[in-house]
């Protein structure tokens, strides 16, 4: 919407340098906020992850680095289509299949 009004008004060299200013601040504030919330729901993520999977095999979810992305995606086999969840840190990909019954 700023970036509308720097375009569209005729302002003078004064006004529309607080409008430019304005809107970085602004830009830059709601991206502070998207990255708080990204990893809020990232730290949501893992506990949940945490929770579901019974057997580690000797390795320690908080040693593999800060999650960075999460998701449910389709992988296709022999029996047919499976949902899987991936998670992917800095130091390992972690893939976990849907059984009937597990919470989405």
């Not at 602004?26 to 502070?32: E, P």
């Not at 999460?70 to 899987?84: D, Q, Y």
């Amino acid at each position: 919407m700023l970036q509308s009004l720097e375009k569209d008004a005729d302002y003078d060299q004064e006004h529309l340098a607080d409008l430019v200013e304005g809107r970085i601040a602004a830009q830059s504030i709601l991206g502070r906020a998207d990255e708080a919330l990204g990893k809020e729901h990232r730290s949501e993520a893992v506990n949940e992850l945490a929770s579901r999977v019974e057997d580690w095999k000797g390795h320690r979810i908080d040693h593999f680095g800060e999650l960075l992305l999460f998701g449910t995606h389709t992988v296709l086999k022999g029996e047919g289509p499976k949902e899987v969840e991936r998670e992917v840190s800095k130091r390992f990909l972690v893939l976990v299949p849907w059984f009937r019954g597990s919470p989405k």
